[in-house]
């Protein structure tokens, strides 16, 4: 494997790798509940199948190490990618054939851990290859490169599948099972072969990463790291409130998360507004993402002319209290898509603006320390925890409520959010910007 030029300038290669991360995790942990529901499958079975998927994303922390210790974290991206990309292909010739979905399970799970392990080894890349100065720099590049992926996937890839389905295939996308095979074998192709191309793109112009100077020489040392990470971090002051506040914040976006998309393409008859793909994956995906977007930008600027300690409860109720829109929707069902965007388009605004706080949370104050890195992931683990756990049973809890009752119980579920959040410690000044002074406390020496 012949290495990347060192002079390739981070715009060949930080986009690129972001976006090929995102849509990779979308495509397992999201746009699968959509095909699943495509399929004929219930609403219980496709929330549960598409969210365990998140599983290794929640417990990477625990194998960070040992990627660090093998070879190069270039190695293990491309690696990755060509797995990934050959994986979806092999997704797509799977369709159709006898006892097919116990296989896709199998395939998927696999891909989940080796999707993991590709934003280990791309995080690292991105840490090692650059400087604090261009870190800073590339920061928002990144951020906005990882949510191009979710727009291809939840928006480009749902859309495209409905018009292939319907369009090219001639079926009736208001009836759901086998007949959608044959749109799903195509969306995985290109996927597939869309990751693959991204592969051959890295091959040429992303750099190795540097191995940090703390990494483990052995597993018996990584195993020492991990160990001493968790003692660490269990010594922190109120870190039981901190936990607490890393798996409760989001709980209600759990349970919305999954039967939010269902009840778009849920007929009338069963409680839904009866959309199809290719307007699920324009409102949902493609309007909604892009509010998300705009709502991260202003609520970061928010918080920088504020502080975090006084608006951390402000972004809470921005974050949980716009679920009301899918209540109201699910009541009224609205046949206007103006007036279904609308609520989709708030919903997504203000999680996007209230969902700064939690990350700006775990840096400030669950992060700092000797381990900052890994506390801070485990913090992130939590968040994926607490939404594999709602996603799980969200579809079950769905088809024995209906729709408006669930909603209503969406509404209830925020109210664990709110004490979480209030009870949230604060132990490290946060001043009036998001702790670049804590953030340089935390290195170690």
Partial sequence: MQPAKPAASPLLWVPTGYFTMALGYVMLTSVTAIMFKNLGMDNGR????????????????????????????????????????LGFAGVGLSLGLPGYMGFLMVVFFALSFIGATQDIASDGVYVTSLDSRAQSLYCGIQSLSWNIGPIV??????????????????????????????????????VGGLTLLMALWHLRFMPQGARAADMPSSVR??????????????????????????????????????????????PASKGGLGLSNEMLGLIYGTYGLAAVLLGSLLGGWYVAKRGLKSTLFVLCCAVNIPNVTFLLMSIYLPSSLLAITLGVVIEKFFFGFGAVGFMI??????????????????????????????????????????????????????????????????????????APDAQAKAVPA
């Fill in 221 to 266: 040392d990584a195993g020492r790291i991990l160990l001493d990470a968790f003692v660490t971090l269990f010594q922190k002051r109120d870190i039981w409130r901190m936990i607490a506040f890393a798996f409760l914040f989001r709980l209600s976006i759990g349970f919305l998360e999954k039967i939010g998309p269902f009840f778009m393409v849920d």
């Fill in 46 to 85: 496709a929330a549960q199948y598409s969210s365990l998927l998140i599983l290794a994303y929640t417990i990477k922390p625990l194998f960070a190490p040992f990627v660090e210790m093998y070879r190069t974290k270039k190695f293990f991206v491309l690696c990755a990618q060509i797995l990934i990309g």
């Fill in 361 to 434: 949370y775990l840096m400030q104050q669950l992060a700092p320390g000797k381990y900052t890195t890994t506390h801070y992931a485990f913090g992130t683990g939590l968040m994926a925890l607490s939404g594999m756990v709602t996603g799980v049973i969200s579809g079950h809890l769905q088809e024995m409520l209906g729709y408006v009752s669930y909603f209503v119980f969406v509404m209830v579920a925020t109210i664990p959010s709110f004490l979480a959040t209030w009870f949230a410690p604060f132990h490290i000044d946060d001043g009036s910007t998001p």
């Fill in 153 to 190: 996937a939840a928006g480009g890839m749902v859309y495209l599948s409905g018009y292939l389905h319907t369009s090219v295939f001639g079926h009736d996308p208001k009836l759901f099972g086998p007949d959608w095979i044959d749109a799903w074998r195509i969306i995985f192709f290109l």
